[in-house]
């Protein structure tokens, strides 16, 4: 993955979300991460 906002990213959802929610997160923030690039 590149460095564009997918550190901070990661960071919020590690501090906010418990591993129940973080793996629905983590798909939310591939779909970020994928329309940035796209």
């Known amino acids: ?3 564009n906002g997918a ?3 990661r960071l ?5 979300i418990d591993s129940r929610h ?3 997160n983590l798909v ?4 970020i991460l ?3 690039i796209v």
Do not use: Q, S
């Open 34 to 36: 994928i329309d940035k």
């Open 12 to 16: 919020v959802f590690d501090h906010t």
């Open 22 to 24: 973080r793996a629905e």
């Open 28 to 31: 939310l923030a591939i779909n």
């Open 1 to 3: 993955v590149g460095n």
């Open 7 to 9: 550190i901070p990213i």
